[in-house]
């Protein structure tokens, strides 16, 4: 028997105890399962933003639960100074993935991509006579570290927080020329993500993939793949660069790895394998509770053959946000791969699709105020689809009326 939860007025509460991080929607979720979650007022939603691409299996899917359940009775941490299974497990599992890369486990994309630095730092300390520096795309999104921030490509995650550490820089997405001419002696690596997220869902081109690919081989730099957003088959892929046809040298994984459970991954191929005991470490990341989420979900992504689901949903969502964007002449030009995509939106009106939206019970999420983003779990269904459709298109009509736009038909 549950408790009954006590009314209370949570978004008061969170204004008194709760730093002012967040630009939060008015809702708050007590419940989920499925694609679906449940707000305290017991309203249902289709959740299209995922935990922000993080919920692939859904809320609450059965596996997790099992082995979050099960690792919790018998082991939730124990330290890295000592062997434990399920993070063996789990590198292993990744690197049957990769094509045999080795992992370290931490608790966040950021720090994922924390380590991905230092690997290459020590990579130009060790075989390109001390280059340190790192260049990342404009648009791009790393993290809220120090160095993350510095290596993220867009002018406003930045400007509060300089001087931020030496050693990054940007050039525009999918410009190769740009790029080569930008690197010096100075530089060790090149961080890019294979589809642009918080930047707009901005897929690179294959040229440009391959390109620095290539770049990196001719002039000795590391190449370093974020796929935080992109990864975990939310592409169609289970690594987004897989479209490409091109290796990275690391790999940087987050977000979806284990379910909703808070882990990050770097990866590295052997030319990159440079950490040495003392060199780099995490009390929390790679713990027997985190690695158990990861590995059920590894195994129901393989088992439920959600990539390939990933893609095939992807291409019918891409269907019906074609077929609203031709009655809706304020939203434009679908974009993305799989299920990862975008929608541009006019006048400004990207924040008020999203409220409406809210309202009939769809949950999205925009990219300033003329993207919409939605990156929906993995095991959705073409009858979810339907739904969704049906609700973002009585979204759509809502501001179409609110705002005198006049929609097409
Ligand atoms: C591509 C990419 N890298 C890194 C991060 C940072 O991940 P985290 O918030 O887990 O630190 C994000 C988060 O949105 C991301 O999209």
Redesign the pocket.
Known sequence: MTTPMLKRDWIALEQKYYQATFKRQPVTFIRGQGIRVWDAEGREYLDFVAG?AVNVLGHCHPAVVQAVQEQAAQLIHVSNLYYNTRQIELAEQLALLSGGMRSFFSN????A?EGAIKLARKFGRLHRNGAYEIISMERS????TLATTAATGQAHYQETWKPLPDGFKQVPFNDLDALKAATSEKTVGILL?SVQ??GGIWPATREFLQGVRRWCDEQNLVMIC?E??AGMGRTGKFFGFEHYGVMPDIITL??GLAGGVPI?AMLTGRRTDLFVPGDHGSTFGGNPLACAAALATLKTIQEERLVENAARMGEYWHEKLQALCQKYDFIANPRGIGLMRAVEVKYDLAPAIVDQALKHGLLLNNLGNATLRMVPPLILTRADIDEAAQRLDRALEDVSLQRGVAAQS
């Open positions: 922000i966040s994309g950021a720090e991509n999104f790393h993290g809220r993500e997220g918080e974020d935080v957003q987050a977000k990050g």
